[in-house]
């Protein structure tokens, strides 16, 4: 998992784990890059135990991540509701 102060949304390769129906939201959401171009990204719901946030909370799946070695982007939307309910 790496920490990415730059993305309002946190992001997981898809074949991390058996993403389907079950854990499918029925939500997409349009996310941008630095290459400017927008892309329609589902909504899944995962258990994410880590040092930051531990709790079911909702990802969006990519068959890929801009940085090499790496199952997931920890983005500021799971950090601030984590920090959020230990307040």
């Not at 992001?11 to 941008?32: A, C, H, W």
């Not at 589902?42 to 994410?48: E, F």
């Not at 709790?55 to 997931?72: D, E, F, H, Q, W």
């Amino acid at each position: 998992i790496l920490r990415d102060t730059g993305t309002s949304q946190s992001f997981m390769l898809e074949n991390v784990l058996p993403f389907g129906k079950d854990s499918y939201t029925g939500s997409r959401v349009i996310v941008q890059g630095l290459e400017m171009g927008a892309v329609s990204v589902p909504l899944h719901h995962v258990s994410l135990p880590s040092d930051l946030v531990t709790g079911n909370v909702t990802v969006c799946i990519r068959p890929s991540l801009p940085v090499k070695g790496i199952s997931m982007l920890l983005g500021n939307e799971l950090v601030v509701m984590f920090c959020l309910a230990l307040s």
